[in-house]
């Protein structure tokens, strides 16, 4: 089986790609990156180990997707994901995001290729999101279990970011509908772990553990500034052996929208989320608490995995222990990566 990961030297793919290498027989894996992203060309370094070959080009140029050889299935893992750059950058987040998804449903019509689509949590619409907890000044801890599934409301503003995710999975959708093209689409939501070089914006978890490790700065952004916000947090292994477990099966399961996340077994706030980087690392940092509130922030996201959980008999099995201790432990025995963190 042919593989092309696109997005494949970022945070998930370069982790799906080798962890698809090292367990099918038979496959040939090669990602597609413009090595846009601050820390992919280190991940870029890790895929040659495994011999897996990197096409180092713009997702928006289809003619030369178009040129490269046959794949049998495309997992897209290509986007800007940060949600405020994507108003900041509209053009180059509806190129890379929706752009990049509809060059990529052209391969596989040519290639007569199966798409397995990274997409977000974020795809749900803010407004309603922010229903769950109406406070504006988040002062005390957030007690709700509310848990979203695929049925929640997309119908009104999500962001730039969520739009062009939400506006792929239309894409896909209607390329299926018009041919062979088999699809999943699942609906992520924060993803962690090694090998993730995060930022305020986007990868908060290791970037969290990072700054506390390194001693850098650190801001409680909007809801009043207290960390109380909460979201739930998937490991990137369970991720990696969910999209396993979908490749082998998409014969007989396709066409369908899953949201996957931890859970609320895993969902944190940032206050806690502090606490447990000042055991892992020793150090205490002082955080500053910046008032104001996005217009594009959520104080809460809790997925429900029901659906995933009872189509592939398959559950999140780090919590968020692991997924801390994991990213320590990757960012105590790689000490040329710090400099990504400043
Ligand atoms: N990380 C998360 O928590 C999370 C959660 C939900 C969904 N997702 C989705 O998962 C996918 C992967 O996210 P990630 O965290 O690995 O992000 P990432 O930024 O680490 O990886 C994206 C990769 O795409 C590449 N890229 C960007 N623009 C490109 C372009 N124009 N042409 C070619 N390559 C380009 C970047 O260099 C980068 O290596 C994205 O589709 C994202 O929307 C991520």
Known sequence: MKILITGGCGFVGSNIAIFLKKRLKNVNVRTLDNLFRKGSKINRLRLKKFGIKNYNFDIKNYKKIAGLSKFDLIIDCCA???????HREPDRVFNTNLIGTF????????DNANIIFLSSSRVYSIPVLRKIIKKKNISKPI???TKINENFDTSSPSSLYGFTKLGSEKLIQE???MSNIKYIINRFGVIAG???FGKQDQGFVSMWVARHMFKNKLSYIGFGGHGNQIRDIIHIDDVCKIILIQIKQIKNKNNNIFNIGGGIKNSISLRDLTSKCIKLTGNKLSITKIKKTSKFDIPYFVTDNTKIEKIYKWKPMKNIKNILDDINYWLLNNPKI???FK
């Not at 800007?80 to 994507?86: F, K, T, W």
């Not at 060059?103 to 040519?110: A, I, M, P, R, S």
């Open 194 to 196: 090694p090998w993730q």
């Open 103 to 110: 060059n990529v449903l052209k391969k596989c019509l040519k």
């Open 143 to 145: 007690k709700s279990r």
């Open 338 to 340: 710090r400099k990504y």
């Open 175 to 177: 390329f299926s509908f």
């Open 80 to 86: 800007e994901p940060a949600i405020e750059l994507s």
